[in-house]
């Protein structure tokens, strides 16, 4: 069992990774008990697609056990494995994460795609580049 102020520690990181994901708009929480019991969820929900595992530590020895803690427990729920560390001023300076993701991240801001089963979308994208090109024409008249 870790102590109280190991705990404190924990939960203060939380918090701090909760609070910034919530300031860039992104709807965040904490997991109320998830470093107790084996239960397979991160220490911060989100709406994103990521399974948040949040470390207070002075020191990277563990690191391996924070990924496999954080990529087993993503794997049983389908989610990406993250593992925020905090180095100091109880402030997530670092997020890891696979690196087969971050490639995917990268390649989909690169060329983002647009759902085809989204037709409403597709139609009045369509419309602004036609308007788009109606506006060129005149100004170029």
């Known amino acids: 069992m870790l102590p109280r102020s190991a705990k404190n520690k924990g939960f203060r990181a939380e918090v701090a990774l909760k609070n910034l994901l919530s300031q860039h708009g992104i709807s965040a929480h904490r997991v109320v008990g998830s470093g107790s019991g084996t239960h397979e969820k991160g220490d911060v929900e989100t709406e994103m697609e990521i399974l948040w595992e949040v470390k ?11 990924l496999k803690q954080a990529s087993d427990a993503a794997e049983k729920v389908h989610k990406i494995p ?3 560390f905090c180095e100091r001023n109880d402030q997530p300076d670092w997020t890891i994460v696979p690196t087969r993701y971050l490639i995917e991240l990268w390649k989909s801001k690169r060329n983002p795609t647009i759902d085809s089963e989204n037709n409403e979308l597709i139609y009045w994208i369509k419309r602004m580049i036609e308007s788009s ?4 024409k005149r100004i170029e008249q």
């Open 56 to 66: 207070n530590q002075k020191g990277i020895a563990k690191i391996s056990g924070w």
């Open 82 to 84: 993250a593992v925020a």
């Open 133 to 136: 090109k109606q506006v060129i």
